[in-house]
């Protein structure tokens, strides 16, 4: 089976300005996760997916969480063939500043062949390739070649906080042979891929804090440590002059890259200073000797997120300020554990602490590397699927991104799991302007409808 069944195909072209109005809708409505004031929308827009479901034949509910509800469908008319969980997420990034964006966020506007507005490809639009794959099924056949499960979160870009009580609280709605999600891109327009690798995540604030209040840098000056001094100190450490985290320890867990894999890098069409001129630098950085798709893929990173302290408003001020704090995170990979990551970075915070100030830290973030395998038979099932969808075999892909999400489902549903995504790296997610290219919105709905024959037949 390499082609999609013309009917499926016929009926998702015929179906095409159908589903931009459908998306468009879903854009509407303002669904942001992080602003308490969009709590309506964001459940007005669950409400929207659960009877789209419903209205193509699926059985179809809100379920509840301690956060907001997930939308779920099914349709298990297919006993013995497998059960397959997708996953997406109705939620969007809150879109300031708002005054950058050309057409309304929350109006789909088709400009040049893409849908722009908010969610359009993160992720309601990537949803709506399932949903509208799973229509054709039922329309031109009457019927599902696999049974399927569709979860459909509402907090997913703001951590997935209840989404772990959510996979306890409804097991049966969980079970599943195999997991599909699709919230991530490929590699560039003409290079389909699969994702067989996401990032873990964890977090710190570190707090340097010195004397009780800010003193008079000419008094006290020459006798008290200050605190940003103290700070900066402490962030320099952190990595050694080739790139290379410097914290004891960081790296336990960490596969060393295969050198199939390497050879595989150097086969994508990546020009480093185009790369690093679109995003504004005069040259990338990071650990010696390894290539950037290596270092964004399969390396860990320490990153400063923030750093403030003293004073900070006009003319100048001449103190020993207070105190001082910078937010660090990690993306992490292979084996490495979120615990003793955490734990790694705060004694060595701790120890190289100069004398003369106290230090606080407070961690948090408990997300897993997933590394799933690209010889599943899912996995190559998906990527014939997307060959049939894009015309062209896909190659294997990481991304350096977390998706908790994932890291739940092989963690605790122990799922093999298919990451097929087919947003594009120029896509602006979780910035102005985010947009989703119709051929790769309509290409991914073939894709989708093929992948479930391909299942089917595992
Ligand atoms: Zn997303």
Redesign the pocket.
Known sequence: MNSIDPSLAAYCDAQRDAHIDELKEWIAIPSISADPEHRGDVRACCGRLVARMAEIGMMASVLETDGNPLAYGEWLGAPGKPTVLIYG?YDVQPVDPVELWKSPPFEGTVRDGKIYGRGSV??KGQVLMHLAAIDAHLRTRGALPVNVKVVIEGE??IGSPNFEAALARYKDEFAADIAVIS?TAVFAEDVPSLTTSIRGLVHWEVTVSGPTNDLHSGYFGGIVRNPIEALAQIVASLKDADGRVAVPGFYDGVPEIEPEAVAELRELPFDEAREAGGLGVPAFAGERGRLPLERMWFRPTLECNGIWGGYQGPGSKTIIPSWAKVKLSARLVGAQDPARVKRAVEEHVRAVAPAGVRVEIHSDGDVRAVVTSRTHPAVAAAARAMQAGFGKAPVFIGTGGT?GPVASFDRILKLPQVLIGVGLPDDQ?HAPNEKFNLSQLFGGIKTMAHLYDELAAL
């Open positions: 997420h993160d992720d997913e870009e919230d998706i997610i």
